[in-house]
């Protein structure tokens, strides 16, 4: 098979990108020193996270000119996210340290006080016509009607005209009121700011395309109609995942957070397996898939962890976001006694194919602290540390609230919302408590103080269950999801009580979350995501539209 290099300087998770290019029909090689990169005839340059980490570690491994000389070489080069960012000048994330300055230009954080940032999601690529006969070609398997996965806090502003002087085609993406650059292509280099690893059917199609020297191709008019500007709804798919009674990995649903049938077996509800699940939902149009680990393997060595192989089957087959939560702490391995923190713990994972790390019950346990010691950060909590070298985007905070009614405000410290859904006395104030150990163990800490304090920390993103609604099918909390999308910037997943398209569609116009997940209506086939986002459109929300993979 044909050979592409792929230069490894610690960059964060790349093991999607290998699965990708390896399901195209290439063979990967590894630049592990800047002696090898004469070598590389194809070289991808990838990178996920903090442009300052990632662009010094890249300099003090003496990268810069070797990779410089090999653009110049004319041999093809692709930069993935802060592969393309590297390509620029510099960036706010981090003045100090340059770029390669083979584009003009620097990025910019996104404005967030009208949208949440990071900027994550599904958004369009589009190329910006240079003549007439421009938006009748295909660069580099780019389509105007396709969306592309983003994951990012900077990006490079798109300004009429200036990269397309130095003889660029440039794609463009919309958020909210910012038109960004998304890919660049010139002569033998492509760079985009979006994942096409991630990107299902439409970035396979970017890659191929790549990999194949295909530059350009005609536009059939089906194609080149260009979809609705910025992102589209995200509809994610979420797989508990824990060990029935005799040992194996099964996705389960529970209800209130109880996964055992009601029956008189008191079996562990088994709902199928986790990673023809996750293919299940890829092939149906997922967007993200979830999976939410609640077994203790506390006995199994950290090597062997068992959600590690569930990820490395599910990475290569499903080109789409992996998130993964559940025994993501400062840790004791028992194969050796050495104590092993939360970001080692965290990289096995994203070396396995996850795009996410999920925390859950330590994120409660680190905002107590923090508002003990009056707010300070110590720059050692498993969100701080794994922000730190991943980007925030990388860390996502799973949150367990449940009502606690009050008859008045007065009744306690905490903010409370006036409520339409009145408590069983007829109450009609309430606030959140938020909850740890699986629901188990409910803390004096509201749900908007842990939002706020995972945000200081570096969490890039809220994954918002509600004990009250799992399970229910009753729809989502929109008097919960509404509180805490006011107290943060960051995106905001809503979960809990989806058991029908509409409950979707209700959310998403009825609130201003980023995302929603769905669990049991789609394990036991009562709708499939792809049925969800028909509704959807016919509703007049703007979805990803489905592809099917043409490798």
């Not at 340059?45 to 980490?53: E, K």
């Not at 794609?171 to 660049?184: C, D, K, L, Q, S």
Request: glycine fraction near 10%; charged fraction near 20%; aromatic fraction near 8%.
């Amino acid at each position: 098979m044909p050979t592409v290099h792929l230069l490894d300087y610690a960059a964060g998770n790349i093991r999607s990108l290998v699965n990708a290019i390896e399901k195209l029909g290439w063979d990967v090689e590894w630049i592990r020193s800047p002696d090898d990169v004469p070598k590389a005839e194809k070289l991808i340059l990838p990178g996920v996270g903090h442009f300052g980490h990632c662009l010094t570690q890249f300099a003090n491994a003496g990268y810069v000119e070797p990779v410089k000389a090999h653009i110049a070489s004319g041999k093809p080069f692709m930069g993935i996210c802060v592969g393309i960012q590297a390509l620029f000048e510099g960036s706010d994330e981090a003045t100090a340290v340059p770029g390669l300055g083979v584009a003009k230009g620097r990025l910019e954080r996104f404005d967030n006080s009208n949208k949440s940032v990071p900027h994550i999601g599904w958004n369009s690529a589009n190329t910006v016509p240079n003549d007439s006969d421009a938006t009748l070609q295909s660069v580099y398997g780019l389509q105007p009607d396709s969306k592309y996965y983003y994951v990012h806090s900077y990006a490079v502003p798109y300004r009429k005209g200036e990269l397309e002087k130095d003889g660029w085609t440039v794609a463009t993406a919309t958020y909210g009121n910012e038109v960004f650059v998304g890919a660049i292509a010139r002569d033998n280099i492509l760079a985009t700011q979006f994942h096409p690893e991630k990107s299902g059917a439409a970035g396979l199609r970017v890659l191929k395309a790549f990999l194949s020297g295909n530059k350009t191709s005609p536009l059939s008019a089906a194609s080149s109609t260009q979809s609705t500007p910025g992102l589209t709804r995200r509809i994610i798919a979420c797989l508990d995942v824990r060990a029935n009674d005799a040992g194996d990995l099964v996705v389960t649903k529970g209800d209130q957070y109880d996964v055992r049938e009601k029956s008189g077996s008191n079996a562990v509800r088994n709902l199928g397996k986790p990673v023809q699940k996750a293919q299940e939902y890829y092939h149906q149009g997922a967007d993200e898939v979830t999976f939410l680990n609640i077994t203790s393997f506390r006995d199994t060595p950290l090597k062997d962890l068992p959600m590690l192989e569930v990820l490395r089957q599910t990475a290569a087959t499903v080109f789409v976001p992996l998130t993964i939560g559940g025994g993501i702490r400062d840790t004791l391995d028992p194969a050796t006694g050495r104590s092993v923190p939360a970001l080692e713990v965290a990289t096995l994972y994203f070396q396995s194919g996850a795009d996410k790390v999920s925390i859950g019950s330590d994120a409660v346990t680190a905002a107590e602290a923090y508002y003990a010691s009056n707010r300070t950060l110590t720059g050692k909590t498993a969100i701080e540390t794994i922000s730190e070298a991943y980007g925030a985007q990388a860390v996502v905070v799973s949150i367990d609230p449940k009502r606690v009614y009050v008859s008045a405000a007065s009744e306690t410290k905490h903010a409370t919302i006036s409520t339409s859904v009145p408590g069983p006395k007829g109450e009609a104030q309430c606030w959140y408590a938020c909850t740890s150990q699986g629901g188990r163990t409910t803390h004096d800490l509201s749900v908007t103080e842990l939002v706020t304090a995972v945000e200081a920390m570096g969490a890039g993103e809220i994954l918002l269950n509600c004990i009250d609604r799992d399970g229910t099918n009753s729809g989502f909390d929109l008097e919960l999801i509404r509180s805490v999308k006011a107290a943060v910037k960051i995106p905001v997943i809503a979960s809990s009580g989806a058991g029908n398209a509409d409950h979707f569609a209700e959310v998403f116009t009825e609130t201003n979350v980023n995302a929603a997940l769905g669990a049991g209506m789609f394990h036991r086939g009562e709708w499939t995501v792809k049925g969800v986002k028909e509704v959807l459109g016919k509703k007049g929300l703007d979805v990803r539209p489905f592809e099917d993979e043409e490798v």
